[in-house]
């Protein structure tokens, strides 16, 4: 057995039949992301140097997709962690990264918190605002929808620094943090959105990743480069369990005298939603590739995954719906929570509309 294949084992053991209690509860235990997390799962790309597993991209991947299978509110979680873990492996200075990423394989968890109230899709307005003050530093801001924040002992929170910006590691209990959840968001409900609010928060300078201030655009395109194709595998996920209850629905229930697959219009759909997995999946492995041999294309494959996957995502749970009708609008069930779950694919980590955008300047960067 290899370690993903070791890994994906753990996690199918841990989430079981419980997905659908946890989507309903609006929570997941408290424990479970603990025991994963001290098991290494939740950032699995982390060197073994640090404690981590140290898987490949393609393998977290794939890891991801299989989370994203059982429950898309744990792999939220999961991309969540990546993300701080990454930021912190990719700005921290070497005691930085020694000390937090052992803490986030051991069974810390963390958040990080891009969005505010009036900077969404356009990051460069971001407000939160980092100040030096001698030895320490003092936060003022306003985060919104920062999944897993409610789970979190770190923030890893993005905001204006000196002239440009930094990341700062931002302990979830320090005075003047509060951490509000969302309640009953549309999907992933047992994610752990919440919005923070940072209320002169005063830190030691060495929280700040780096100690220096960077630009606010590499800064933020790096950390979202890793959610983009984490969320992209997540959707792969979606779709393989869409598929999964389609599929098996249609060739067990009979009506007019066959099975659902034999008719024609049902089975258009699962064609479908097989040529959506197969797509999705390969343009995962190819972005995971690039970011394997650290290609510079990363940065537009990670867009195009994560585009593809989450409209086909979408698009594949509502089809699934369609083919279970009754049997699949239970609430807590696995079409049901994926057709809520999908949606927000399609928003978070770049909308569709911001994604187009970013693809289509590629396309005219390609007109010779």
């Not at 509860?25 to 939740?42: C, N, W, Y």
């Not at 891009?114 to 605002?129: H, K, N, R, V, Y």
């Not at 629905?249 to 009979?254: N, P, S, Y």
Request: proline fraction near 3%; include cysteine; charge should be negative.
């Amino acid at each position: 057995m290899t370690l993903r294949e070791e890994l994906a084992t753990l996690l199918s053991e841990e989430v079981g039949d419980r997905a659908g209690d946890w989507d309903l509860a609006g929570a997941i235990p408290l424990e479970t992301l603990r025991r994963l997390g001290g098991e290494g799962v939740l950032c699995a790309e982390v060197p073994a140097e640090f404690g981590g597993r140290g898987l490949s991209g393609l393998d977290n991947g794939e890891l991801t997709a299989h989370a994203g299978t059982l429950c898309s509110s744990l792999r939220s979680v999961m991309t969540s962690q990546g993300m701080a873990a990454w930021t912190i492996q990719r700005f921290g200075t070497r005691e930085q990264r020694s000390k937090e990423l052992a803490a986030l394989t051991r069974g810390d968890l963390a958040a990080v918190a891009f969005s505010e109230p009036q900077a969404g899709s356009d990051l460069s307005a971001i407000a939160t605002t980092v100040v030096d003050d001698g030895d320490s530093v003092v936060l003022n801001g306003h985060k919104v929808w920062s999944t897993a924040s409610a789970y979190a002992d770190v923030l890893v929170v993005f905001g204006r620094y000196q002239d440009g910006a930094a990341a700062v590691l931002v302990p979830t209990r320090a005075p003047g943090v509060t951490v509000r959840p969302i309640p009953q968001p549309l999907g992933c409900r047992a994610a752990g959105h919440a919005d923070v609010l940072l209320e002169d928060v005063r830190l030691p300078a060495t929280r700040v990743l780096s100690g220096a201030s960077v630009a606010l655009g590499l800064l933020t395109t790096i950390a979202l480069t890793y959610g983009r194709l984490s969320v992209a595998w997540g959707c792969v996920g979606i779709i393989r369990a869409c598929l999964g209850a389609a599929a098996s629905h249609a060739r067990d229930r009979e009506q007019f005298g066959k099975p659902l697959a034999e008719h024609q219009l049902v089975a258009r759909h699962l064609a479908e939603m097989y040529v959506a997995e197969q797509t999705a999946t390969r343009l995962c492995e190819h972005a995971s590739g690039c970011w394997d041999s650290r290609s510079a294309e990363l940065s537009s494959a990670s867009v195009l995954a994560k585009h593809a996957a989450a409209g086909h995502a979408a698009h594949t749970a509502s089809a699934a719906v369609q083919i279970l009708a009754s049997a699949g609008s239970v609430d807590g069930g696995t079409v049901a929570r994926a057709y809520r779950d999908a949606k927000l694919m399609q928003i978070i980590e770049g909308s569709e509309e911001i994604c187009q955008l970013i693809l289509a300047e590629r396309a005219l960067e390609r007109v010779t």
